[in-house]
């Protein structure tokens, strides 16, 4: 039996000594109030409320205009509570979608495990809904995970749908790198979803998904001292730079030799430090202790944003004087104010200042090696020097010996090989010779 629509009264009320009708009803329990509109009544000898002489304007609302204009409020509010209701009980029925836990996620992801700058960049990349902008260029996310699963009610995806995503995913030449990337991201919000104190989901599809097969990770590859020094050169002259767009003034020409200048010292200090890129544009002087040749790492730039380090310890790296010789040089620049300064002062972007390294590569006709290589030329040149592998790893900073490992591919082959002929010559210890039968 269909329920019947609440009836309005009409009440005037006085707003600034001008009368306005108000409709009055109440629905499911509760009273509701509602303006109408200026009431075309004036106030009669007795202090009560008659209607206005003349023609009702349109602003305004006779008795018989506001009681169809109360019906109209009452029937558009009863609608309204209807798709309100409706949508309540579905959300309630079907349960939250994977957009609210992603959302959820996010925030949570920020506010309470404190996710580096970065790590929010990668996950809000990834679960980007399609045509979002890139945070750089013109290009926009095809937003593969929204646009399939962000409507879904999260407690209803299936292992198979996840696989459908990353198939998508595959099939628009994503390495295999990214589609885990993208798997592992899934996992991660369905893994929050599941806590009892979030949505409590009833498990996680993307934990049954298949992994792809990354390509196992090749030697590392290193410069040499001398492909290091011909890099940072090419950088101190300038020639990174395009000659069709010279300083036109001498002052812009002093300001361009001192940043290639610093460039040039960033490049060593990367390669004879072994630091990170965010942790070279985080480095500040208080953290350079040239008398006790050390530096101290503590914080590192992740999205433009000053965090802590990868590994979120603070580590003493050994200063070898190939590095303090660049600290020091830059050191001697103008406008020096104070401990708190950054060592590398000029505002710099690390995509930028990735441009300026593959320009001096080409400059230099060095091989094109990433900048994060330069740090692999920290490892692997100490590794290559006899340097023990423990203390690589705390100078480096990593979490795992195994990480560290990597570089013991720089030791010669031949030292080994003499280490191999001495563990089996007849005259070493504990060796018994055996006569032959």
Not at 108 to 136: C, F, I, N, Q
Not at 337 to 352: G, Q
Not at 357 to 384: E, K, N, W
Not at 418 to 434: D, I, L, N, R, Y
């Given at each position: 039996?269909?329920?019947?629509?609440?009836?309005?009264?009409?009440?005037?009320?006085?707003?600034?000594?001008?009368?306005?009708?108000?409709?009055?009803?109440?629905?499911?329990?509760?009273?509701?109030?509602?303006?109408?509109?200026?009431?075309?009544?004036?106030?009669?000898?007795?202090?009560?409320?008659?209607?206005?002489?003349?023609?009702?304007?349109?602003?305004?609302?006779?008795?018989?205009?506001?009681?169809?204009?109360?019906?109209?409020?009452?029937?558009?509010?009863?609608?309204?509570?209807?798709?309100?209701?409706?949508?309540?009980?579905?959300?309630?029925?079907?349960?939250?979608?994977?957009?609210?836990?992603?959302?959820?996620?996010?925030?949570?992801?920020?506010?309470?495990?404190?996710?580096?700058?970065?790590?929010?960049?990668?996950?809000?990349?990834?679960?980007?809904?399609?045509?979002?902008?890139?945070?750089?260029?013109?290009?926009?996310?095809?937003?593969?995970?929204?646009?399939?699963?962000?409507?879904?009610?999260?407690?209803?995806?299936?292992?198979?749908?996840?696989?459908?995503?990353?198939?998508?995913?595959?099939?628009?030449?994503?390495?295999?790198?990214?589609?885990?990337?993208?798997?592992?991201?899934?996992?991660?919000?369905?893994?929050?979803?599941?806590?009892?104190?979030?949505?409590?989901?009833?498990?996680?599809?993307?934990?049954?998904?298949?992994?792809?097969?990354?390509?196992?990770?090749?030697?590392?590859?290193?410069?040499?001292?001398?492909?290091?020094?011909?890099?940072?050169?090419?950088?101190?002259?300038?020639?990174?730079?395009?000659?069709?767009?010279?300083?036109?003034?001498?002052?812009?020409?002093?300001?361009?030799?001192?940043?290639?200048?610093?460039?040039?010292?960033?490049?060593?200090?990367?390669?004879?430090?072994?630091?990170?890129?965010?942790?070279?544009?985080?480095?500040?002087?208080?953290?350079?202790?040239?008398?006790?040749?050390?530096?101290?790492?503590?914080?590192?730039?992740?999205?433009?944003?000053?965090?802590?380090?990868?590994?979120?310890?603070?580590?003493?790296?050994?200063?070898?004087?190939?590095?303090?010789?660049?600290?020091?040089?830059?050191?001697?620049?103008?406008?020096?104010?104070?401990?708190?300064?950054?060592?590398?002062?000029?505002?710099?972007?690390?995509?930028?200042?990735?441009?300026?390294?593959?320009?001096?590569?080409?400059?230099?006709?060095?091989?094109?090696?990433?900048?994060?290589?330069?740090?692999?030329?920290?490892?692997?040149?100490?590794?290559?020097?006899?340097?023990?592998?423990?203390?690589?790893q705390k100078a480096m900073g990593h979490s795992t010996l195994a990480t560290t490992s990597r570089y013991l591919h720089a030791r010669p082959a031949?030292?080994?090989?003499?280490?191999?002929?001495?563990?089996?010559?007849?005259?070493?210890?504990?060796?018994?010779?055996?006569?032959?039968?």
């Amino acid at each position: 039996m269909p329920v019947s629509s609440p009836t309005a009264s009409i009440i005037v009320r006085e707003y600034r000594g001008r009368p306005y009708y108000e409709a009055k009803f109440r629905h499911q329990g509760q009273q509701i109030k509602r303006r109408i509109g200026p009431a075309w009544l004036e106030r009669d000898p007795e202090g009560g409320w008659r209607r206005h002489r003349g023609r009702v304007p349109e602003s305004a609302f006779d008795e018989r205009a506001a009681h169809v204009a109360a019906a109209q409020i009452v029937a558009e509010y009863v609608a309204e509570a209807s798709d309100r209701e409706r949508a309540e009980y579905e959300r309630r029925t079907r349960g939250a979608t994977f957009r609210e836990v992603a959302h959820a996620y996010l925030r949570w992801l920020e506010d309470v495990r404190g996710a580096k700058p970065s790590t929010l960049v990668g996950h809000r990349s990834v679960l980007g809904e399609p045509g979002t902008p890139y945070r750089r260029g013109k290009g926009t996310t095809l937003g593969h995970v929204m646009a399939a699963l962000g409507d879904r009610p999260a407690a209803k995806i299936t292992t198979r749908e996840v696989e459908d995503v990353l198939a998508t995913i595959s099939e628009t030449g994503a390495s295999p790198r990214t589609v885990n990337k993208h798997r592992n991201v899934i996992a991660a919000v369905f893994g929050y979803g599941c806590k009892p104190s979030t949505y409590g989901l009833p498990a996680n599809p993307a934990k049954g998904a298949d992994k792809r097969r990354e390509p196992s990770p090749g030697a590392l590859v290193f410069y040499s001292p001398e492909e290091i020094e011909a890099l940072a050169r090419a950088l101190a002259d300038g020639r990174h730079r395009d000659p069709s767009r010279p300083a036109v003034s001498a002052q812009e020409r002093d300001v361009r030799q001192a940043e290639d200048r610093q460039d040039a010292e960033m490049i060593r200090v990367a390669a004879y430090a072994g630091l990170r890129q965010g942790e070279l544009l985080a480095l500040r002087w208080r953290d350079v202790d040239f008398a006790g040749s050390a530096l101290t790492i503590a914080r590192a730039m992740s999205a433009g944003v000053e965090s802590s380090t990868k590994s979120g310890h603070t580590r003493r790296v050994p200063l070898a004087d190939q590095a303090a010789a660049a600290l020091e040089r830059i050191s001697r620049r103008e406008h020096f104010t104070s401990p708190d300064d950054f060592v590398f002062c000029r505002p710099l972007d690390d995509s930028a200042l990735r441009r300026r390294y593959r320009r001096a590569q080409d400059a230099a006709g060095i091989r094109p090696l990433r900048f994060h290589d330069l740090r692999h030329t920290f490892g692997s040149l100490l590794a290559m020097r006899g340097v023990d592998v423990v203390t690589i790893q705390k100078a480096m900073g990593h979490s795992t010996l195994a990480t560290t490992s990597r570089y013991l591919h720089a030791r010669p082959a031949s030292e080994q090989a003499q280490a191999f002929t001495a563990a089996f010559a007849a005259e070493a210890p504990g060796v018994v010779a055996v006569a032959a039968a």
